[in-house]
């Protein structure tokens, strides 16, 4: 089941300026800064209520994270869908036919879990299935 909006991540070459705009210029606040190593990006977590704005930046340049932002320059990189039973839904999605870029989940930033869905099965947008640790 999807329980709601989790965040929508913005990928950017530079947190330092993108926070001068997300926190200083709009009044977001910044909750925690976390390198993700599996991803190869620090992250920036901004609430807005029950869901976050995450800033993404790629910290190598050859992540899927790094050739997305080379090619497409800043900007709307995914909406996490947060679910209640990540395998569960992975396991639904494969037998639709979906195609996924994490067939099994990854480790996403404080240890929750994660699996992208492919854009070309989401009408172009880069969608990620999130289960947090507190269920
Ligand atoms: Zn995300």
Request: charged share 25%.
């Amino acid at each position: 089941m999807i329980k709601k909006i989790n965040h929508i991540a913005i990928i950017v070459p530079d947190l330092d300026s993108s926070l001068s705009f997300w926190r200083d210029t709009l009044g977001l606040t910044l909750t925690h800064t976390e390198e993700v190593k599996g991803q190869e990006s620090i992250v920036a977590f901004l609430p807005t209520g029950d869901s976050e704005v995450e800033l993404v930046k790629p910290t190598t340049e050859t992540s899927g994270a790094a050739r997305f932002l080379a090619k497409r320059g800043p900007g709307l990189h995914h909406i996490a869908l947060e679910v209640d039973d990540l395998d569960e839904m992975l396991m639904r999605l494969k037998e639709k036919g979906v195609r996924l870029i994490n067939e099994t989940p990854v480790v996403a930033a404080g240890g929750n879990r994660a699996a992208f869905i492919h854009p070309e099965s989401a009408n172009g947008v880069l969608v990620e299935l999130y289960e947090t640790k507190a269920g």
